[in-house]
């Protein structure tokens, strides 16, 4: 078998639906990496009419690197989740990269450095994690602290020559955030041995994958090189799957995701990360419905609160809250 027809390291998977343009600008990021060595799958989640046919014109212009998959159209399409789980049932290579299709990576040696570190490595790598930069819709930046930005502030080891960092599970733990998947590259093996993202998700699906992935891993490293933008979505907009969903919905979807991690993670200090996570969400929560004049139903997810992350402080809080209820019924 000839070097050109060896399966490529690396299968970047990008989902899409109904926005060609920004989709293209998408994809020229990624064939401006310094190496070839990787195939790029598209799954079209059912685009339909003027934008079908963009995107079918499209695929003239690009290699035989670049793949493309057309999902049947759905009024709300099949969910990105599900749309990366195909991109990753046709991958053929032996690590998977996510981009979201309105965001770009902007690092043209991201893709080397990572092989570079996956060649240098004794064992093979599991997970691989980067950083991202936040912009406005209106181009302004943000001023950061999302994801794992900064951990290396909590490794005593210094990097490797290539500004790697061994990471441990208790060294992801002691952030709040997780790795977007525009900064993770997986091993294809882990994301199959997880069974890959939870189709069920609609929102945060990336939150999940990311805790049930370090709760197996064996070799993990972290590079805080800033190697992709991402684009805040526009909340008068209604083509991203996370501001679809209402505030309330949303945190709904994080309880599942918390109690997944509680009931199933094999490793105590994860689940006590998710126990604490679900207690921070709860909270949220109960303020929510309080903003919305449910009192009711927020008195309800602050005791919820005091069963899973108990403080006196918060004890008070909630019986305030109660009292509040028992004498003034009507208003609330």
């Not at 060896?6 to 989902?15: G, N």
């Not at 181009?139 to 020559?161: A, C, V």
């Not at 441990?168 to 952030?175: N, R």
């Not at 903003?291 to 008195?299: D, L, W």
């Amino acid at each position: 078998m000839s070097a050109s027809q060896l399966p490529p390291t690396f299968s970047i998977v990008i989902p899409t639906r109904d926005r060609a343009d920004l989709f293209e600008r998408t994809l020229q990021s990624v064939f401006e990496q310094d190496i070839e060595d990787f195939e790029v799958i598209i799954v079209n989640d059912g685009s339909s009419g003027e934008h079908l046919a963009a995107y079918r014109a499209m695929e003239s212009r690009y290699d035989a690197r670049v793949h493309f998959v057309y999902l049947p159209h759905r009024q709300h399409g099949h969910g990105p989740a599900y749309s990366r789980n195909v991109g990753a049932a046709h991958a053929s290579g032996a690590y998977l990269c996510f981009l979201d299709d309105d965001d770009l990576w902007i690092d043209t040696g991201h893709l080397r450095r990572v092989r570079d570190s996956i060649a240098a490595s004794s064992a093979p790598i599991d997970l691989y994690f980067t950083d991202q930069r936040a912009v406005y819709p209106d181009g302004s930046n943000h001023p950061g602290g999302l994801w794992i930005t900064g951990m290396e502030q909590r490794i005593k080891t210094s990097p490797d020559r290539l500004g790697n960092y061994v990471v441990t599970l208790e060294h992801l733990l002691q952030t709040t955030g997780f790795a977007h998947l525009n900064c993770t590259v997986y091993r294809r093996e882990l994301f199959e041995s997880i069974g890959g993202l939870d189709e069920s998700l609609r929102y945060e699906e990336d939150r999940d994958a990311y805790l049930r992935s370090i709760d197996i891993a064996q070799t993990m490293r972290y590079n805080p090189k800033i190697i992709a933008q991402h684009h805040i979505p526009d909340p008068k907009k209604t083509d991203n799957a996370s501001i679809v969903l209402t505030r309330i919905e949303k945190k709904i979807i994080q309880f599942r995701i918390c109690d997944k991690a509680i009931a199933f993670s094999r490793n105590a200090g994860l689940r006590a990360f998710a126990r604490r996570a679900k207690g921070y969400e709860l909270k949220n929560m109960a303020a929510l419905l309080k903003q919305a004049g449910r009192h009711r139903e927020a008195v309800y997810y602050m005791k919820e609160a005091l069963l899973v992350s108990f403080t006196f402080k918060w004890l008070a809080y909630t019986l305030a809250n109660a009292a509040q209820l028992v004498l003034r019924p009507k208003d609330y």
